[in-house]
């Protein structure tokens, strides 16, 4: 099915016109100077009415279907996350034997519905998004939109419905607290994040799974960076999607990545993130965000992965303190070469390491290596505790020690090399891609630790290579 996306955006400007009649006299002036917050969880008819929608507000609610076999929304989207001071994106493919003329949009509770007429850039076109505006002073909480769509012979489609939840803007930047992961699946997800007051760097990383998803994000009031290869224009919205149709040359993507975007708060002080999850294919994607650099977006006492066992700096005045390699050395073994294999790049190749958690740590485990993932893995004994951190910006994936944690039996475990840590990055060193290792610890078995480390790790890496091969 051809889905092209196209937009209803709405650009209201407000003028306020001064009356040139004159006041009575002592007359109280009742004009509402600051727009009263909303609870949409509980003020149906009061939210209904402040959405920001092109269209006629009109009492009652919206009409029952007409002839449905001639006019049906064939694909939509059953929920979506937004914050406030943002456009929610509608979008639906439909299926008319008439030219579609109009939507009817209502909060489900409220007495009215919106009557907006759609124009379609291209007659051919079946599918649309509307824009549908979430001012500032909506509050979180929670609300249906319903909505069905009508042909220019008045026969009206059955009614499709999404649920819909404001949140919070999260403003964490300069608390010494880090942003948590968002984690979605198909349908919107727009979150906004107050980067504080500092200038620099904001990192952001996202992981699509192997439905394609598209990431898109917002700063100044431009769309900046997006998974697609070409920006979005102003009064442009993301297109949608199914996921069988979906493909990187829409945006949609199923891999890892990152964006570096340059934040100044004298701009703005917010960044909005959309990801649009393709339709229909039970797809599922992450993305993690970092306060700008100078705000040290990983401040003494964050915890990787939520865990507070999990230790990432070491004292080198301990006893037992060990890093491999030894400064001069190198740890590193070489997977592809780009002249001769042309599908050999760092990111192809990180990518591939993260397909499977054997090309990460010495494990029986071939399934993918996902974030904060626990693995067991075989040091003397299969039952040694991991928990991996993946960096998309660093292409590489740590693998933290960990103590206490219950086997497949019930019985409490402990790494044998804890505390301790080993990064696997994938770089490109001297025109090869290779997977370098370090590997750093206080764990009490230091010397036997380094001494091995070769031999255990260059065995690794000839899993990833003989795969890459294949």
Not at 256 to 278: D, K, L
Not at 391 to 402: A, I, K
């Amino acid at each position: 099915m051809k889905f092209q996306s196209t937009i209803l955006i709405l650009a209201i400007l407000s003028l306020a016109i001064l009356s040139c009649a004159p006041e009575e006299e002592n007359e109280a002036d009742t004009r509402k100077l600051v727009n009263q917050p909303i609870d949409p969880s509980s003020q149906p008819n009061e939210l209904n009415k402040e959405l920001i929608i092109y269209g006629d507000l009109v009492p009652g609610n919206m009409p029952s279907a007409s002839n449905p076999d001639q006019i049906k929304i064939t694909v939509s989207i059953s929920s979506a996350l937004i914050t406030n001071d943002n456009f929610l994106f509608l979008p639906f493919a439909f299926d008319s034997n008439d030219q579609l003329k109009g939507i009817y949009i209502e909060v489900e509770g409220a007495q009215e519905h919106w009557d907006a007429p759609v124009e379609l850039v291209d007659p051919s076109d079946n599918s649309f998004a509307v824009a549908i505006g979430i001012p500032n002073f909506i509050q979180k909480g929670d609300f249906v939109v319903s909505y069905s769509i009508y042909d220019q012979n008045n026969n009206i489609s059955e009614k499709k419905s999404i649920n819909v939840s404001i949140v919070d803007s999260e403003n964490r930047c300069g608390s010494g607290q880090s942003f948590p992961r968002v984690t979605g699946e198909d349908g919107i997800t727009v979150k906004t994040y107050d980067m504080g007051d500092y200038p620099g760097t904001v990192n952001i990383s996202y992981y699509m799974y192997n439905q394609k998803d598209r990431m898109d994000i917002r700063y100044g009031g431009e769309w900046v960076a997006s998974t697609s290869p070409v920006l979005l224009q102003d009064g442009q919205a993301p297109p949608f999607k199914t996921c069988n149709e979906a493909s990187p040359n829409d945006g949609f993507v199923s891999y890892g990545g990152s964006f570096s975007i340059p934040y100044n708060p004298q701009i703005s002080r917010q960044i909005s993130i959309y990801v649009s999850g393709c339709l229909e294919g039970g797809t599922v994607w992450y993305f993690e965000v970092n306060c700008p650099t100078g705000n040290n977006p990983n401040p003494p006492g964050a915890m990787v992965c939520d865990n507070g066992q999990i230790q990432d700096s070491f004292d080198p005045g301990s006893e037992n303190y060990h890093i491999y390699p030894k400064e001069g050395e190198e740890l590193n073994t070489i997977i592809c070469d780009p002249s001769v294999d042309p599908n050999c790049s760092v990111n192809e190749v990180f990518d591939t390491m993260l397909k499977q958690s054997n090309f990460i740590s010495p494990t029986a485990d071939t399934s993918p290596v996902e974030d904060c993932k626990l693995t067991w893995v075989e040091i003397l004994t299969p039952f040694n505790p991991v928990i991996s951190k993946i960096n998309y910006f660093e292409n590489s994936v740590t693998n933290y020690t960990l103590a206490n944690q219950k086997d497949k039996f019930g019985i409490e475990r402990s790494h044998l090399l804890h505390p301790g840590k080993v990064t696997r990055t994938v770089e490109l060193i001297d025109g090869k891609v290779v997977v370098s290792t370090q590997g750093e610890g206080t764990g009490w078995a230091a010397s036997i630790n380094t001494f091995f480390s070769k031999t255990v790790w260059t065995n690794v890496d000839k899993d990833l290579q003989e795969y890459w091969n294949q």
